[in-house]
């Protein structure tokens, strides 16, 4: 819970948001601390689950991935066991980058990365088609991105 950090550990998680190569000594001179209280400290937010992961943001379009498309995914009917395996499925899925359960009218929202429109037509039939439990889909392509900070303020 959020109240449990002090000023300094919200400075320390913004800090790694932004860069979480940052070395501890460099991370401890931002602070004003050394480096000992700022890797105790580090470790302690990694360990209450804080810091979930540390990570490197790939470029898609270097990588053939540039085409984004937010796919919203309706099952023929919601159940546990039906849920459950759409969810399975499409953690196994590599262009499915997220996936959200959402309220509304749709009940999953996914954010795909493909090379381009073909290559998201037969991802479409044959990949997602090949779930029995999805109903419906609609697609929305990303024409140009405008915010993706990959975290949150503090």
């Known amino acids: 819970m959020i109240e449990k950090l002090d000023r300094t550990d919200i400075q320390i998680l913004k800090i790694l948001q932004e860069n979480g190569r940052i070395t501890v000594k460099e991370l401890a001179f931002k602070v004003h601390l050394s480096t000992t209280p700022v890797f105790e400290r580090m470790k302690r937010l990694e360990s209450e689950g804080y810091i979930q992961r540390y990570t490197a943001v790939l470029n898609p379009a270097k990588l053939g991935?540039?085409?984004?498309?937010?796919?919203?995914?309706?099952?023929?009917?919601?159940?546990?066991?039906?849920?459950?395996?759409?969810?399975?499925?499409?953690?196994?899925?590599?262009?499915?980058?997220?996936?959200?359960?959402?309220?509304?009218?749709?009940?999953?929202?996914?954010?795909?990365?493909?090379?381009?429109?073909?290559?998201?037509n037969n991802f479409i039939i044959d990949t997602l088609g090949t779930i029995d439990s999805l109903g419906s889909l609609q697609s929305w392509f990303v024409m140009n991105e405008i915010k993706n900070s990959y975290g949150f303020g503090l």
Do not use: W
């Open 65 to 120: 991935r540039g085409f984004i498309v937010f796919c919203s995914v309706r099952l023929r009917r919601m159940g546990k066991d039906i849920a459950h395996d759409f969810v399975t499925r499409v953690k196994d899925i590599p262009e499915v980058a997220e996936c959200y359960n959402i309220s509304g009218e749709f009940d999953y929202l996914l954010k795909i990365y493909a090379p381009d429109m073909q290559y998201y």
